[in-house]
């Protein structure tokens, strides 16, 4: 089967560092879904603004892949998936079947993320808690049927022990107002409320963006995100900020 | 994005005519998944058994197309895709947006189905709540992991009302009995319990396998599931079984 793109993922995910690992219910980052002409047809959403949440089925871009690794060591720019791969969650040096993770090494690089339905904003969708990189192509749009897609008590094997994993944030001597004070818009006509900017940073931040338990209080990491480079360390339990500035 | 097959799904769906319309937890119908060759690496596997719940990731069928009518009255055979399609709950006259139903007519004929995993056999998966024919196409596997993927409280649009609807079966003078007497075997090796049968006919009946909202008492449908044509008449709430057959 040869899939066609119907729509692209535009948020402030520029760089794949900061992405967080799955969608979250709780996720303050919003998404435009926005349709590729063939399929920019507003009878195609009849009946979308009853659901709450929809499922978007996607696909991993290389610049998504680059920031984890497979198990194998092979060069990655010649693999194309790994019957083992090494979550990230897990440290890094367990490797897990392919189809017992969510890795973007695979034999088909489709990803699956369950969103909320936030808006309908001039024929795109308008969702909340997509786990994608800005630009991401988009294959295809379902509604979400809890009578048949939720199970509350599903065994989470060994993505369980990870599942409330969650660090502090402390901005210390950088303002989060300043993230507010961007010129930045989420679409020409209809800025972000300021405070919008400053909640999917801090929320990205809390997600651990570290890549696998790296654990050097010393070492800085930089995240891009909305035309912004956030610089911090994360010590213990914290994420400590450092600097903040604005990408031109 | 050009997608491989990974593995096909082996049930008794050999009709389109019978198939849950959504998977369901508690649906008793078993589906084997066979890996192609490239594919059947059981290392890929590694973990699963930790998880409750899979998502696979699997191509409609032409046959399994031929059942259900897109909205705009077009030959099925020349239509890949409608922007509005009628839900058969709704009765088949209604129109709804593609992306706001699970019809098979979309941009990119994929389908999404929550399975519990039921065990590991030979390097096969048996998963039980597939709603998908005897040799679908298989494109991805993926664990289902509650504290993403599930949101039991999710507004189900159109579909709300339709959720809990269910026939009670009426076996007549057939013995179901007749059913478990099936030399039909789920493998080579290990043939499945005799009362498995009964339980998965049982089970599609009370779904009402009727095209939309037909409603003769007269009318007399045929369903071919694992062997067995099953004829029936729908009175009220009720599945009478007319007839049980053997296929040759």
Redesign the interface.
Known sequence: ????V?AYARNGHTDKFGIPR????ESPILTRIVFEPE?A?P???????????L?I?W?FLEQHKTCIKPADNKDESTISWS??VRPPRLGGNK????????SPF?????G???VKLVGIEGGDLIVSGADVLDGT?I??????????????????????ET??YRLEVDWGMCSPDYLSKTDRHWTENEPKTDRQWVDEVEYILCQDPRPGYQNDPEREYKMDYAGWRVTFKVLENKVLVQKIEQIL
């Open positions: 089967m040869t899939l066609k119907i799955q969608s979250r219910e399929f047809i009878e195609a959403l009849r009946g979308i603004e009853g659901y709450s949440h499922w089925l696909g019957p083992t490797r897990m079947g392919v189809f017992a993770t969510r695979r034999p088909n690089p489709l699956l993320s369950s192509p294959y295809d749009i379902k509604p979400y049927l809890s009578f048949s897609d939720s199970h509350p008590d599903a065994k989470n094997g060994f993505a369980e599942k409330d």
